[in-house]
Nanobody, 123 residues
Framework: VQLQASGGGLVQPGGSLRLSCAAS????????IGWFRQVPGRMREAVAC????????HYLDSAQGRFTISRDNAKNTVYLQMNSLKFDDAAVYYC?????????????????WGQGTQVTVSS
């Protein structure tokens, strides 16, 4: 499975962005899909996850209520809608796919990774 992340950009605090993760080479509906972010000098952290079984979603506490992860199986794409963006949300965002797991998951729970897309929050 190959993943292509897009949708990053420059946004003011309080603004919104929608990230997309388009897949090829396999149907995403069989995978748990996560969005991670990373800033220089820090470990990559899971932000949101949508599970293939049952459709449950999980979010990083700081993203809960502001971010929404969703799937469009017909387009083989997963989205991350990010609202009320804060300075702390600025990072390179990655999407990843892997077998079913519990909760948000960690990097090692995912087998396939897309390239990053930069999110910059600046006034």
């Amino acid at each position: 499975v190959q993943l292509q992340a897009s949708g990053g950009g420059l946004v003011q605090p309080g603004g919104s962005l929608r990230l997309s993760c388009a897949a090829s080479g396999g149907p995403l509906r069989y995978y748990d899909i996560g969005w991670f972010r990373q800033v220089p000098g820090r470990m990559r952290e899971a932000v949101a996850c949508t599970h293939s079984i049952g459709g449950a979603t999980h979010y990083l506490d700081s993203a809960q209520g502001r971010f929404t992860i969703s799937r469009d199986n017909a387009k083989n794409t997963v989205y991350l809608q990010m609202n009320s963006l804060k300075f702390d949300d600025a990072a390179v965002y990655y999407c990843a796919a892997g077998p079913p797991h519990d909760g948000l998951g960690r990097e090692w729970d995912y087998d396939y990774w897309g390239q990053g897309t930069q999110v910059t929050v600046s006034s």
